[in-house]
T-cell receptor, first 112, second 115 residues
Framework: LAKTTQPISMDSYEGQEVNITCSHN???????ITWYQQFPSQGPRFIIQ?????VTNEVASLFIPADRKSSTLSLPRVSLSDTAVYYC?????????????WGAGTKLIIKP | DADVTQTPRNRITKTGKRIMLECSQT?????MYWYRQDPGLGLRLIYY???????NKGEISDGYSVSRQAQAKFSLSLESAIPNQTALYFC??????????????FGPGTRLLVL
């Protein structure tokens, strides 16, 4: 089972690019990397998912090096509304008899 | 996500009482999950179900039980509530088509206080 490690907290300023790195040294061949965002008193919300190299969508980019032992969530030009906890999740595609491993989360605070 | 609903949203109960938290989904997903979140901590998996006839214990199943009444409904029960079960509880669903990595959709949460 892959275990993930993230920074406990980060802060930045509006308009900046923010990069949050997740370490998953024991990631398995069939594991995907998924990032979620959680606002206070709400359920986590899917942001982005990838297997290798780079994935980009309308809200973020995900960079995964060739060895896949880490991944970096990149949030371009953040705003105050990006203040949230961000979770890195490593888990297999389909299958059975597994447990999803959640990182402890990174509390991101965006300042004006 | 409005496709995953949880009832009640808030609940206060006393030690020793039996309570049930309910989750319903309209996403048509086969997999459902119950998580617990304590202040400042990440999510911990309590139980998960891959279909109506499949129930599996998660990381912290002691003191909890579940029932998958239908594909769309997954209930979590605390047979005899204790104060350290005070937490925020989330239900989630996912699709097992296997075409992409696991993506979960979460309900709004149930805030439980055990006195």
């Amino acid at each position: 089972l892959a275990k993930t490690t993230q920074p406990i907290s980060m802060d930045s300023y509006e308009g900046q690019e923010v990069n949050i790195t997740c370490s998953h040294n024991n990631i398995a061949t069939n594991d995907y990397i998924t990032w979620y965002q959680q606002f206070p008193s709400q359920g986590p919300r899917f942001i982005i998912q990838g297997y290798k190299t780079k994935v980009t969508n309308e809200v973020a980019s995900l960079f995964i090096p060739a060895d896949r032992k880490s991944s970096t969530l990149s949030l371009p030009r953040v705003s105050l509304s990006d203040t949230a906890v961000y979770y890195c999740l490593v888990g297999p595609r389909g299958g059975s008899n597994y447990q999803l491993i959640w990182g402890a989360g990174t509390k991101l605070i965006i300042k004006p | 996500d409005a496709d995953v609903t949880q009832t009640p949203r808030n609940r206060i109960t006393k030690t020793g009482k039996r309570i049930m938290l309910e989750c319903s989904q309209t996403k048509g997903h086969d997999r459902m999950y119950w998580y617990r979140q304590d202040p400042g901590l990440g999510l911990r998996l309590i139980y998960y179900s891959f279909d109506v006839k499949d129930i599996n214990k998660g990381e912290i199943s002691d003191g909890y039980s579940v029932s998958r009444q239908a594909q769309a409904k997954f209930s979590l029960s605390l047979e005899s509530a204790i104060p350290n079960q005070t937490a925020l509880y989330f239900c989630a669903t996912s699709d097992s088509t296997g075409l992409v990595g696991e993506t979960q959709y979460f309900g709004p949460g149930t805030r439980l206080l055990v006195l």
